[in-house]
Structure formats: C-alpha cells, structure tokens
T-cell receptor, first 113, second 113 residues
C-alpha cells in the first residue's frame, strides 16, 4: 500500500532562517505524482507543486524549492529565508493509478519574528 | 468562476441526527472527493467519484454516503452522526483524476455532541 511519511510534526524557526520539510513515500508503482499543499491558519488548502515520477529535476519557485530523489523515495521542500507568512501546515501527497490520493500527516511550521 | 464551494461552513449536530454537507464545483471537473481532517492524522479520504453516477469508497467510508447525479455536485451524507465524526471536512475536485492537481473547498467544521 502507498504510504507518505512526514516525520516532522512541528518545526519552529526564526524568521530569515532556511527550513527543510521532509517527505518520504513508499510505493511499488513506477508512474506516480507527488504534491505539496499549504494550509495557512485560515484553514484553506493551497496547491504548491506537482511532480511526476519521471521528472527528477529540482524545482525552484522564488523562496521555495523542491528536491525529488527517487533513490531515497523523498520529495523534500525547502523554504529559503523564511517569513512569518510561511507559518502553516504543509502536506505532502502521493497519487498513482488507484484513483486515490494519499496524504502525509502534515508538518506544522512556525516562523518566529 | 467560484471554484469549489462547500456549505455550511460550521455545523453542530446532536448524536443520531443526519445531515448533508454540500459540495459544488463549476470547473467541469470529473473527479471529486471528500476528506476529513483530524489533528495529527492529516487528510483521510472518505469517498470519491470519477464522474457522474460513479462513486467509490476511500479510507474511512463508514457512516457516510455519497452520490453524484451531476458533474457539478457531490454531497456527503451523515446517516446518524456520532461524536467520532467531529472533524473538518474538505471537498476537492480535479479535472480527470487524483494525479491532477486537487482544488479544495473552504471546508466545513462539524461538531457532533
């Protein structure tokens, strides 16, 4: 069965620090997609990124970057120079050919001013 | 273009009452799903639908029913509410399936007394 593990339950950093959120997945599929979503304190779920299993290129979007490594089944998310607005719960998710999405349990990030 | 809408935003029920959580999308998406979010457990899939007239169970379907008579609407019915169903419920949609980006509604916070 597919499984997504976000071992970091809560992380606190001081503003302007870099922080990496870990995501490890388990699957036997060769074709699948990985996602990150952000849930700010207001409660809505905001899409951040989608990657397919054939694209291992790292992605950078402003202060956000993602490192996808199939060899370690990891899809980690780094925020550079964190800001208070980055405070949120971040979810990693996996989807393949089973018509279902599997979410991790989330990492709560607190950025302290 | 309203995206995914959910009603109500908040609801308090007594044990044994029934109710329907409404979800609608105006993006002509084929895939819709319901999740519940509980502290420390991430998002868990309740039911999903790959198109009008087709539904299937997710990870935690017991106590919930769904139907999909139109592409736009995907209501979630609680048959006999129990305190264990106290949670935040999210509806999501995506163009074709779970490997596409999910668009989430704002959520419904349900308390069962």
């Amino acid at each position: 069965a597919q499984k997504v593990t976000q071992a970091q339950t809560e992380i606190s950093v001081v503003e302007k620090e870099d922080v990496t959120l870990d995501c490890v997945y388990e699957t036997r599929d060769t074709t699948y997609y990985l996602f990150w979503y952000k849930q700010p304190p207001s409660g809505e779920l905001v899409f951040l990124i989608r990657r397919n299993s054939f694209d291992e290129q790292n992605e950078i979007s402003g202060r956000y970057s993602w490192n996808f490594q199939k060899s370690t089944s990891s899809f980690n998310f780094t925020i550079t120079a964190s800001q208070v607005v980055d405070s949120a719960v971040y979810f990693c998710a996996w989807a393949g050919g089973y018509q279902k999405v599997t979410f991790g349990t989330g990492t709560k990030l607190q950025v302290i001013p | 273009n309203a995206g995914v809408t959910q009603t109500p935003k908040f609801q308090v029920l007594k044990t044994g009452q029934s109710m329907t959580l409404q979800c609608a999308q105006d993006m002509n998406h084929e895939y819709m799903s319901w999740y519940r979010q509980d502290p420390g457990m991430g998002l868990r899939l309740i039911h999903y639908s790959v198109g009008a007239g087709i539904t299937d169970q997710g990870e935690v379907p017991n106590g919930y029913n769904v139907s999909r008579s139109t592409t736009e609407d995907f209501p979630l019915r609680l048959l006999s509410a129990a305190p264990s169903q106290t949670s935040v419920y999210f509806c999501a949609s995506s163009p074709r399936g779970p490997t596409d980006t999910q668009y989430f509604g704002p959520g419904t916070r349900l308390t069962v007394l």
